[in-house]
C-alpha cells in the first residue's frame, strides 16, 4: 500500500444511514489536521463535503444549472437570426430594456453570444464536465480512498462556485453582462466606452474568470497529484484506464495554461482600471484622444490563446477518455491500440501548446510565424485521425450493446471526424484568409468542441449514472435524448458551413444590411427550430436527471455494464473512502474484454499461469 | 396567450413521453432485464444504418440546394489560388469523412449484439497503426507544403505598381483614402483625429492636399491594389468575401494586404445572373453594438469607368477644409503636435507613407 490513508477506514462505526452505505466515516481526512465527529450533518455531507463522489455530483448539477442557462442564451439569439421581422412581446415583458418592442437588443445580443460562449466554455464543459468525471472517476478508478487533498479538492468546487454567482451577478447590473465575445478582445473590452458590456459586466467577468482558473488551479493540481502518487498496489501507469489518462493530461494542460489566462487578466483588468497600456496604442473614441500608447492589442490575443487553444483540449480530451472507456466496455472487446491511444493522447497534450496562433493568422503577425502554426496545427491532425481510426476498429467485430451510453459515444466519433476535418481547412493559413471569422469557423468549433464534448459528456453521465446515485436513468427518454441531439446537432451546424462559405462573419445581429449575406432567411429560421427541439430535448434529459436520483430503477447488481475496472468493486452506494474492506488489488490491464473466451476479467483477478500479455 | 399555448403543449408532450418512458421501463422489468436491454441493440444498429443513409442523402440534397448560393468564382488572382486548394482539401478530407463515417455505422449495425456471438479479442495491430499514422502524415505534408507556399505567395510584398489605398475601420464604419495625383498618402496622426478630419491628416503636409476621401470603395480592374489597414478605436476587420479577403485592422499596429481584382462588378452580375450583385467589404471582427451594420460598398471598375470615377472625385482639403474654420484648427493643431514632438526630442511618431 503506498497510501497511509487507506488504512483508517472502518466500517460500521457510526450508527447506520437510511442508505446501503458502508465505509462512510471521515477519520481519513486526519490529515488535514481535523478530527471530525463522526456523523456528518447534512452541511458537511452535501454542501462543504471532502467527499470526492459529492464534489462531483455538486460540478455535475453546478453544470447542468449553467447548461440550462448557456444554452436558453442560444435560444434566444436563435430567435432574433431565425425570425428578424417577429416582434415577440412577451421578451419586452421579460427583459424590459434589453428588448424593446419585441425584438432583443444588438448590445444585449452581443451579450447573449458573449455569455453563452463564457459559459459553456469554461463553466460546462470545463468545470462540469473535468470536474465532474476528474473527480468522480480518479480516485475509484486508479483504487484510492479520496483524492490527494480532499480539503482543496472542496475549495476547487465552492472557488468555481463563487465564480459563477458573480459572473450571474453581472447579467443584472444596469449596463449588462460583458459583451466582448467569450475572447474578450481588447480594446473593445478594455474601453468602457467601447460598449455597454465593457463597463462594469466586464469587470464581473474579469474578476469571476479569476476565480475560476484558480478553481481549476485546484482541482488541477489535485488529479495530478493523485494519479501519480495514489494509484492503488499493482497499478502501474501502463494499466489505467484511457479515462484516468485523459484526466491527467487534462490537467497538466490546464495547470499550465490557465495561469497565462490569469496573467492576460490582471494585465486587462490593469489596463481598464490603472491606466496602463498593456493593450492599447493610438486610440481616439467617443471623441476623445486616449494617453496610452505603446501597448499591443495582439499581446492579448497571443496570451488569450496560449491558453485558449489547450482549453480546447481542455475540454475535449476527457471527452475522448470517456468515449473510450465506454466504446470498449460496450463493444465487449479491448480498446484497439491502448498504446497508440495514450501516445496519441501524450502527442495531442503536447502539441496543444504549440499551434495558438492559428486563431491570429490575420492579425497582421509575420508571415513567417504563420507558417510554422500552419505546420503545427496540421501536424495534431494526424495523432486525432489515430484516435478516430482505433475508435472506429474497437467496433470493428464487437458484440456491440447500445446502452444510451454508447449511442453517445458513436455520436461523439461521428462528431469529432465531421468537426476534426474541417479543422484542416481552417488550419492552413492560406485557407483561413477566406473562412477566417465566418460561419465555417462557428460550424467547425461546435462541431469538434462544443457537440462532440457534450457528446462525450453525456456518454459519461449515463454510464457512471448508476455509480453515482445507485439508480440508472430511464433508457427510453436516453434514446429520445440521443437522438434528437445527435440529428438535431447535424442539422443546425452542418448548414452553417454552407453560410460560411457565402461569407457570412460572425456574430452579426442581423445580416439585413449586405447583399451578399442576405439569403439564407429560410435557413435561419430552419436552424432556430430545431435549436428550440434540441434545447426541449435536453430539458428531457434535466428531468430524467433529477426524477432518477429519488425515483430511478435501483441498481441490484455490483457490476451492472459487465466492467473491468475498479470502481464496479466497490459497493453499489459508496460511503467516503470508497471500499468498506482493503482497497483492491490490480493485476492486470483495463480492456480484458472476450480475452480466452471469457466475457471479461475484472483488473482485480491475479493473472493466470502462461497467461499471454499482449501490451506495452 | 400563445406563449402559454406553447408551455402547456410542451408541458403536455413531456409528460406523455415520460409516462410512456416509464411504462417501457416497467415492462423491461417486469421481463427481469437490469442494465442491458438487449431488444434495444437490433433496434438502435438499425437506426444508426438509417441515419447513415439518410444523412448521406440530406448532405447530397442540401449541397444541391446551397451550392449556389455560396460565394461565387473568386474575383482575385490569389482567391482562384484559394479556391483550387479548398477543393484540393475538400477531397482529401472528403474520402476520409465518407470513408469513417460509412465504417462507423455500418459497423454499429453490423456487429450489434447477439446472443452467443462472441467479440473478437483484437487488441492491437502495429502494421495497421503504422499505415495509419503514416498516410495521413504524408496528406498533411502535401497541404501543409501548397498550404504555406500559397500563403507566402499572397503574403508577399506588393508589386512597386499597386494602386494604395487606406481603410480604417471605426466604430461602425469604414473610411477610405486614396493618395491623389502625387501617388502619395498625406501625413496623418490619430492626436489630429476630429469631427470632421476623420483619419487625423496633417494639413501641412503637402501630401495631403490632394487625397481622397470618396464614400465608396473604387477599384481598377486587373490592377494590384494594396490595403493599408488601420483601426481608430478597436479591432476591426477587413472582409471582402468575394475577394477572398479577410485582415484585421488594429489600433496602433497597421496591417496590410494587397491582391489583384481581376472581374468587374458588371461582369460579375452576369456570372452570378444577380442584376444586384454588389461587392461589400464587411467587419468580421466583433467590434460592439453596431458590428453587423459597419458595411461600405466596393466597384470593381473597367479602366473606362474608373477613369470617369476618379474624374468626379474632389481633393478631401478642397472640398471639405479648405477656406473652413477647420482649416485653421487642424492646420494649429498640426503644428502644435510637431512643435511637442521636437520638444520631446524623440523620433516622430509620424506615420511614414
Not at chain 1, 495547470?255 to 497565462?260: E, G, I, N
Not at chain 1, 496543444?352 to 510565424?369: E, K
Not at chain 1, 436527471?545 to 441490484?556: A, L, N
Request: glycine share 8%.
Amino acid at each position: 500500500m503506498d497510501n497511509p490513508s487507506m488504512q483508517h477506514t472502518q466500517p460500521g462505526a457510526h450508527p447506520a444511514t437510511a442508505h446501503e452505505e458502508h465505509g462512510d466515516h471521515n477519520g481519513h481526512n486526519g490529515h488535514n489536521g481535523h478530527d471530525h465527529e463522526h456523523k456528518q450533518s447534512f452541511i458537511t455531507k452535501y454542501i462543504f463535503s471532502q467527499d470526492h463522489k459529492t464534489i462531483a455530483k455538486q460540478f455535475l448539477v453546478t453544470g447542468i444549472i449553467w447548461a440550462i442557462i448557456g444554452g436558453l442564451f442560444s435560444v434566444l439569439f436563435r430567435l432574433q437570426l431565425g425570425y428578424p421581422d417577429q416582434s415577440f412581446p412577451i421578451l419586452t415583458d421579460i427583459l424590459g430594456k434589453w428588448a424593446p418592442d419585441g425584438h432583443i437588443s444588438p448590445d444585449f445580443y452581443n451579450m447573449l453570444i458573449t455569455m453563452h460562449g463564457t459559459i459553456l466554455v469554461f463553466f460546462v464543459l470545463t468545470a462540469g464536465l473535468s470536474g465532474t468525471f476528474s473527480n468522480f472517476l480518479i480516485p475509484l478508478q486508479v483504487g484510492a480512498r479520496d483524492m490527494a487533498s480532499p480539503f482543496l479538492n472542496m475549495l476547487s468546487y465552492w472557488f468555481f462556485f463563487m465564480a459563477g454567482v458573480i459572473m450571474m451577478i453581472s447579467f443584472f447590473v444596469s449596463t449588462g453582462a460583458a459583451s466582448g465575445g467569450w475572447t474578450v478582445y481588447p480594446p473593445l473590452s478594455a474601453l468602457r466606452d467601447a460598449s455597454m458590456g465593457s463597463e462594469r459586466g466586464m469587470d464581473y467577468w474579469l474578476f469571476a474568470m479569476a476565480l475560476f482558473i484558480i478553481s481549476a488551479l485546484l482541482g488541477g493540481l489535485n488529479y495530478i497529484t493523485t494519479v501519480l502518487n495514489m494509484r492503488t498496489k499493482g497499478m502501474s501507469m501502463a494499466k489505467l484506464p484511457l479515462t484516468i489518462w485523459a484526466f491527467l493530461l487534462t490537467a497538466i494542460l490546464g495547470l499550465l495554461s490557465f495561469p497565462v489566462l490569469l496573467g492576460a487578466a490582471l494585465l486587462l483588468i490593469f489596463d481598464r482600471n490603472l491606466g496602463t497600456s498593456f493593450y492599447l496604442n493610438d486610440i481616439y473614441i467617443n471623441g476623445q484622444h486616449l494617453s496610452n500608447v505603446g501597448g499591443s492589442p495582439i499581446l492579448f490575443q497571443h496570451l488569450f490563446w496560449f491558453l485558449g487553444h489547450p482549453e480546447v483540449y481542455i475540454v475535449i480530451l476527457p471527452a475522448m477518455g470517456i468515449v473510450s472507456e465506454v466504446l470498449a466496455t460496450n463493444a465487449r472487446k479491448p480498446i484497439f491500440g491502448y498504446k497508440a491511444m495514450i501516445l496519441s493522447l501524450l502527442a495531442i497534450a503536447l502539441l496543444s501548446f504549440l499551434v495558438w496562433a492559428h486563431h491570429m493568422f490575420l492579425t497582421g503577425m509575420n508571415p513567417f510565424v504563420g507558417s510554422i502554426f500552419v505546420l503545427m496545427t496540421l501536424v495534431i491532425a494526424v495523432p486525432s485521425a489515430i484516435k478516430v481510426f482505433n475508435w472506429i476498429t474497437t467496433l470493428w467485430q464487437g458484440n456491440l450493446r447500445f446502452t444510451p451510453a454508447m449511442m453517445f459515444s458513436i455520436g461523439f466519433v461521428s462528431m469529432f471526424i465531421s468537426g476534426g476535418l474541417t479543422g484542416i481547412f481552417l488550419g492552413n493559413s492560406a485557407l483561413d484568409i477566406e473562412l477566417h471569422d465566418t460561419y465555417f469557423v462557428v460550424a467547425h468549433f461546435h462541431i469538434v468542441m462544443g457537440v462532440a464534448a457534450f457528446m462525450g459528456m453525456f456518454a459519461g453521465v449515463y454510464h457512471w449514472y448508476p455509480k453515482m446515485f445507485g439508480r440508472y436513468l430511464n433508457n427510453t427518454i436516453g434514446y429520445i435524448h440521443f437522438w434528437v441531439t445527435f440529428v438535431g446537432a447535424y442539422l443546425i451546424f452542418w448548414p452553417m458551413h454552407y453560410m460560411g462559405l457565402a461569407g457570412l462573419p460572425r456574430r452579426y445581429y442581423s445580416h439585413s444590411a449586405f447583399v451578399s449575406f442576405n439569403q439564407f432567411a429560410s435557413l435561419n429560421e430552419f436552424i432556430s427550430g430545431v435549436a428550440m427541439v434540441v434545447f426541449a430535448a435536453q430539458l428531457l434529459f434535466v428531468i430524467n436527471f433529477f426524477y432518477s436520483i429519488w425515483q430511478g430503477r435501483k441498481v441490484r447488481e455490483l457490476n451492472p455494464w459487465h466492467s473491468t475496472t475498479l470502481e464496479w468493486t466497490t459497493p453499489i452506494r459508496p460511503g467516503h473512502g470508497n471500499w468498506p474492506g482493503e482497497i483492491p488489488e490490480v493485476h492486470r490491464w483495463p480492456y480484458d474484454y472476450g480475452k480466452d473466451g471469457r466475457d471479461f476479467i475484472p483488473q482485480t483477478e491475479p493473472m493466470h499461469e502462461g497467461e499471454s500479455t499482449h501490451h506495452i | 396567450m400563445s406563449a402559454t399555448l406553447v408551455t402547456v403543449a410542451i408541458v403536455l408532450v413531456f409528460i406523455v413521453i415520460f409516462q410512456l418512458a416509464k411504462i417501457s421501463e416497467y415492462t423491461s422489468i417486469l421481463k427481469g432485464k437490469e442494465g442491458v436491454d438487449e431488444e434495444n441493440d437490433k433496434y438502435a444498429s438499425w437506426m444508426f444504418l438509417i441515419f447513415l443513409i439518410i444523412g448521406f442523402i440530406l448532405l447530397i440534397g442540401s449541397l444541391v440546394v446551397y451550392i449556389p448560393k455560396m460565394l461565387p468564382v473568386a474575383a482575385s488572382v490569389h482567391g482562384k489560388w484559394i479556391d483550387s486548394m479548398f477543393n484540393v482539401t475538400l477531397f482529401f478530407t472528403g474520402i476520409v469523412f465518407v470513408a469513417c463515417q460509412i465504417a462507423l455505422f455500418y459497423f454499429a449495425w453490423k456487429y450489434s449484439h447477439k446472443k452467443g456471438r462472441k467479440a473478437l479479442y483484437y487488441p492491437e495491430n502495429n502494421k495497421l497503426e503504422i499505415w495509419w499514422t503514416v498516410i495521413p502524415a504524408i496528406v498533411m505534408t502535401g497541404l501543409v507544403i501548397v498550404g504555406v507556399y500559397r500563403w507566402f505567395e499572397i503574403m508577399s510584398p506588393a508589386p512597386a505598381n499597386a494602386q494604395v489605398i487606406e481603410i480604417t475601420g471605426k466604430q461602425f464604419n469604414w473610411i477610405v483614402r486614396y493618395p491623389g495625383a502625387d501617388g502619395k498618402l498625406g501625413a496623418h496622426d490619430f492626436k489630429l483625429i476630429d469631427e470632421t478630419n476623420q483619419v487625423g491628416m496633417d494639413f501641412t503636409d503637402p501630401n495631403s492636399k490632394d487625397d481622397l476621401m470618396p464614400t465608396d470603395m473604387h477599384l481598377l480592374v486587373n490592377k494590384p491594389v494594396m490595403l493599408k489597414i488601420q483601426a481608430r478605436d478597436v479591432i476591426h476587420d477587413v472582409g471582402l468575401p468575394q475577394f477572398r479577403i479577410h485582415m484585421d485592422a488594429v489600433p496602433g499596429i497597421p496591417t496590410t494586404f494587397w491582391f489583384t481584382p481581376d472581374i468587374t462588378t458588371d461582369e460579375m452580375k452576369k456570372i452570378t445572373g444577380n442584376k444586384d450583385f454588389q461587392y461589400e467589404l464587411a467587419c468580421d471582427q466583433l467590434c460592439g453594438k453596431g458590428h453587423f451594420s459597419m458595411k461600405m460598398n466596393v466597384y470593381v471598375d473597367s479602366p473606362e469607368e474608373y477613369a470617369k470615377w476618379l474624374a468626379s472625385q474632389k481633393s478631401f482639403y478642397e472640398s471639405t477644409i479648405k477656406g473652413t474654420p477647420e482649416e485653421q484648427n487642424a492646420i494649429q493643431a498640426a503644428q502644435k503636435l510637431h512643435g511637442e514632438e521636437a520638444q520631446e526630442k524623440k523620433p516622430t511618431e509620424k506615420k511614414e507613407i
